[in-house]
């Protein structure tokens, strides 16, 4: 059973997988001592504070730390290595199982598994704490195999995975609708599970796309104010995001809205955020220096959220310049420090480390 008690206990505790699980999930789990280099190499690339605990070649399969979040409240994601974009698959570690064998289309037709590797399967979820989720997603596999597009079958794992987190209630959603039709999901989505940005980021981009005439400033202030290396393409325009589509990912519809509003809040619009949002949205050659000028200006005032803008920061920067964002680097492991992120200070110190800076 893993040990989440730190990230140090976490790293050591990780079980191993076996080959067929391993076939299954299509990755390879990380030795311990392989997981210091890997973080480092990610911040490199400019993924700020995660846990690189498995990967699929080149792509890495994190958990990702959070000021204030403990470690087995914290999501699971994909970091990319073609782009500087993460997928979230998992609200947390104890469901990783299911969500990887959801985001990777278990139920299709082509894939078969085995009544050995299924028990198997089941049993190293346990390891993670919670088999329940990955037991009743491959129960609905013969089920969902039925249904031809891929998209709407990862969506429909998800649904049956874990039917109550509001995470996987968003990815369901998100992943089995699109177009038009994530007007009518959206309406119940908006009443039960708002705060998750992704449902966000589709409510602001439907309007605006579609122009309902529906005011969204509230929802586009929020999307300013939020993460924008992980999930930032769900659109509605496909099924699931658009890797790579940051010219029309819904950061971009919300500030547009957001500038073509006549009476705004002077506060917000004077703030570091809103500048830093503008130059992010009227260059294709940002480099991210607005958002760490916010994140240290929001330091003593707002912590986490200035953690979340030098993360912001750092990957525009990596993007832009295809160099590591050392001063972001550098400020979020300070800002870790002075408030006592534990976790997120290791891995931190971890990437400094490993970097020599």
Same mark, same amino acid.
């Given at each position: 059973?893993?040990?989440?008690?730190?990230?140090?206990?976490?790293?050591?505790?990780?079980?191993?997988?076996?080959?067929?699980?391993?076939?299954?999930?299509?990755?390879?789990?990380?030795?311990?001592?392989?997981?210091?280099?890997?973080?480092?190499?990610?911040?490199?690339? %400019?993924?700020?504070?995660?846990?690189?605990?498995?990967?699929?070649?080149?792509? #890495? &399969? *994190? =958990? $990702? !730390?959070?000021?204030?979040?403990?470690?087995?409240?914290?999501?699971?994601?994909?970091?990319?290595?073609?782009?500087?974009?993460?997928?979230?698959?998992?609200?947390?570690?104890?469901?990783?199982?299911?969500?990887?064998?959801?985001?990777?289309?278990?139920?299709?037709?082509?894939?078969?598994?085995?009544?050995?590797?299924?028990?198997?399967?089941?049993?190293?979820?346990?390891?993670?704490?919670?088999?329940?989720?990955?037991?009743?997603?491959?129960?609905?596999?013969?089920?969902?195999?039925?249904?031809?597009?891929?998209?709407?079958?990862?969506?429909?794992?998800?649904?049956?995975?874990?039917?109550?987190?509001?995470?996987?209630?968003?990815?369901?959603?998100?992943?089995?609708?699109?177009?038009?039709?994530? %007007?009518?999901?959206?309406?119940?989505?908006?009443?039960?599970?708002?705060?998750? #940005? &992704? *449902? =966000? $980021? !589709?409510?602001?981009?439907?309007?605006?796309?579609?122009?309902?005439?529906?005011?969204?400033?509230?929802?586009?202030?929020?999307?300013?104010?939020?993460?924008?290396?992980?999930?930032?393409?769900?659109?509605?325009?496909?099924?699931?995001?658009?890797?790579?589509?940051?010219?029309?990912?819904?950061?971009?519809?919300?500030?547009?809205?957001?500038?073509?509003?006549?009476?705004?809040?002077?506060?917000?619009?004077?703030?570091?955020?809103?500048?830093?949002?503008?130059?992010?949205?009227?260059?294709?050659?940002?480099?991210?220096?607005?958002?760490?000028?916010?994140?240290?200006?929001?330091?003593?005032?707002?912590?986490?959220?200035?953690?979340?803008?030098?993360?912001?920061?750092?990957?525009?920067?990596?993007?832009?310049?295809?160099?590591?964002?050392?001063?972001?680097?550098?400020?979020?492991? #300070?800002?870790? =420090?002075?408030?006592?992120?534990?976790?997120?200070?290791?891995?931190?110190?971890?990437?400094?480390?490993?970097?020599?800076?």
């Amino acid at each position: 059973m893993i040990n989440t008690d730190s990230v140090e206990s976490l790293s050591n505790s990780l079980p191993s997988g076996s080959h067929d699980v391993e076939r299954a999930l299509m990755l390879k789990m990380r030795l311990s001592d392989a997981i210091s280099p890997a973080t480092a190499s990610l911040a490199q690339r %400019g993924y700020l504070g995660c846990l690189p605990f498995a990967h699929d070649e080149r792509d #890495e &399969i *994190v =958990l $990702r !730390l959070l000021p204030e979040r403990d470690l087995d409240d914290s999501p699971v994601a994909i970091a990319w290595w073609s782009v500087t974009e993460g997928m979230t698959i998992a609200p947390d570690l104890s469901r990783f199982v299911a969500g990887r064998l959801a985001q990777t289309d278990m139920a299709d037709p082509d894939r078969k598994i085995s009544d050995s590797t299924r028990a198997r399967l089941i049993k190293f979820a346990a390891e993670f704490g919670d088999k329940s989720s990955t037991e009743s997603l491959l129960d609905s596999v013969d089920e969902v195999r039925s249904i031809k597009d891929s998209s709407v079958r990862a969506g429909k794992l998800w649904e049956v995975a874990c039917p109550d987190d509001p995470l996987c209630k968003a990815l369901a959603g998100a992943w089995t609708h699109r177009r038009k039709e994530v %007007g009518d999901w959206l309406k119940q989505a908006m009443r039960e599970i708002s705060d998750v #940005e &992704i *449902v =966000l $980021r !589709l409510y602001v981009t439907y309007h605006v796309i579609y122009q309902t005439g529906t005011d969204v400033t509230e929802e586009a202030w929020k999307l300013v104010a939020a993460d924008d290396v992980f999930d930032p393409t769900y659109t509605g325009a496909s099924y699931g995001p658009t890797k790579g589509a940051w010219l029309s990912e819904a950061l971009t519809y919300a500030i547009r809205w957001l500038q073509e509003q006549k009476r705004l809040d002077p506060q917000r619009t004077q703030s570091e955020l809103w500048k830093a949002a503008q130059a992010y949205e009227d260059s294709e050659n940002y480099d991210g220096s607005e958002h760490l000028a916010a994140a240290r200006k929001l330091a003593t005032e707002n912590p986490a959220l200035a953690y979340t803008h030098a993360a912001n920061a750092a990957a525009f920067y990596a993007r832009e310049t295809e160099k590591t964002p050392i001063e972001a680097i550098i400020f979020a492991h #300070e800002l870790a =420090l002075a408030n006592d992120w534990k976790n997120l200070s290791t891995v931190l110190e971890w990437t400094r480390a490993e970097i020599g800076i």
